[in-house]
């Protein structure tokens, strides 16, 4: 996480510094609302724009981040923080252009003496930009409504998957309307800068993003086609086991990582955590847990010999790290990457001792037995805690399971909140906050 905070404040703040060296502003000269509404305005519009285009930028899956930011899950949480700012950002901007004018209208502050407009060079580039304010002024406008409106139901929760699928996608055509607003309006001057040039790639490369979003394109991931072969309903954990044989293109995938996957079309792709290692005949298996309304219809949707789309893969919850020992931590459907990991140490050993905790609020004897002999085959030494006899798992409990857990590596999958209590508690004792690793699996 701290990489993701480093990258939110620090695209922030190199804005800031590169507007400042191009335009210093000596605050002390300015007198007005006027004079402060220019300088703000610019501001708050260079700063909205970057932070979008970095934001279309993540929405675009580039793979090749994934090893700096620690996961696409971590980009993703990053995006939702660009796109956050970006609303506060377009909502400051619109307040700042237009509240002095309401301001006039309502007889509230009177309006100085405009300067006059320099006479610029007929059929330049200047002259041309100049011409089409009006027209960019009104698209941003109505730009802005729209972005604001999606960018609020992308956050409510609530709001139905599906719907939120269908509706992003339209973010990307108002980021170009944005983009174009952006182009015209900011400071003419800007553009021979560094600042203008900062401005410029962003905006290309948000730009390509966006495009490439309107035609569901991804930056380095592999989108394949496959049938579903077998069905297991687990109604005891109510849980569906699918068992899928990819067609060719697919190129393996490291135990841990998830894919984005499209059962149907008019639901759009969910991210599931994989829960087979990958072997050559080209079958992959995913437990997909009753949790949403659309998850709970699949039991009676899915059927074998139903055609599906696979995206993928992503994440960095690999199982990578020095360490000698490691504790994993899966917490009910949490379970599927440790499952996945068990099935290949069970073939290539790694030397590390591993203890495996899985807490649940139901037990299914038939899981159990299951996940018991996946872990005799890998070696790993398996700590089963069933709420309604064992009690909760918690912070305690595996320290007096684990003596040595300090000179382990921590791997943890479940609710966010108990993956949360228990890092701040290992960090509370002295434990080093990188060794102990989580996917934020909210992809919204």
């Known amino acids: 996480m701290k990489t993701v905070k480093h990258a939110f404040w620090g695209s922030l703040l190199v804005l800031s510094a590169l507007w400042l060296l191009t335009d210093p502003v000596d605050w002390t000269t300015l007198s007005g609302i006027f004079a402060w509404r220019n300088v703000l305005n610019q501001y708050t519009g260079i700063l909205g724009i970057g932070v979008m285009s970095l934001a279309m930028m993540l929405s675009a899956r580039p793979v090749f981040l994934e090893k700096q930011f620690h996961g696409l899950d971590k980009m993703y949480r990053l995006h939702k923080w660009l796109g956050i700012a970006g609303l506060v950002l377009s909502i400051s901007h619109w307040l700042i252009a237009n509240g002095p004018k309401w301001m006039v209208a309502w007889g509230w502050l009177e309006r100085g003496v405009r300067k006059p407009r320099p006479v610029l060079p007929e059929g330049s580039i200047q002259q041309l930009f100049m011409n089409q304010r009006g027209l960019a002024e009104g698209i941003g406008e109505w730009a802005f409504y729209l972005t604001a409106l999606l960018m609020v139901l992308a956050l409510v929760k609530t709001f139905p998957y ?123 298996r995913f437990l997909v847990k009753a949790l949403g309304d659309y998850t709970r ?66 037990y299914d004897q038939n899981a159990i037995d299951r996940l018991t002999r996946d872990a005799a085959n890998a070696k790993i030494q398996l700590d089963v805690r069933w709420d309604e006899r064992d009690g909760r798992l918690d912070l305690n409990g595996i320290i007096k399971a684990v003596p040595d857990w300090r000179s382990a590596d921590v791997w943890f999958c479940g609710p966010a909140k108990f993956g949360q209590v228990l890092r701040e508690g290992l960090v509370r004792l002295g434990f080093p906050e990188q060794r102990f690793h989580q996917e934020l699996f909210e992809m919204r």
């Open 162 to 284: 599906r719907r939120f699928f269908q509706t992003h996608r339209i973010l990307a055509l108002t980021y170009l309307a944005l983009v174009f607003h952006s182009v015209i309006l900011v400071k003419f001057d800007y553009w021979t800068s560094f600042l203008g040039i900062t401005l410029a790639g962003l905006m290309t490369a948000g730009s390509v993003a966006a495009l490439m979003s309107l035609f569901r394109k991804r930056v380095g991931a592999t989108k394949v086609t496959g049938k579903v072969i077998a069905l297991e309903h687990q109604t005891a954990l109510n849980v569906l086991s699918i068992d899928i044989q990819l067609d060719d293109g697919w190129r393996g995938h490291e135990a841990g990582q998830f894919a984005f996957v499209s059962f149907h079309a008019d639901e759009g792709p969910h991210p599931f955590t994989i829960t087979s290692k990958w072997n050559e005949s080209g079958t992959i």
């Open 297 to 362: 219809t699949l039991p009676e949707r899915l059927h074998v010999g139903d055609s599906i789309e696979i995206e993928g893969p992503y994440g960095r919850f690999n199982f990578e790290s020095s360490s000698p020992r490691q504790i994993w931590v899966g917490g009910g459907i949490g379970i599927t990457p440790f499952i996945a990991r068990m099935q290949e140490l069970a073939k290539e050993p790694d030397g590390k001792a591993i203890h495996l905790f899985h807490t649940t609020t139901t």
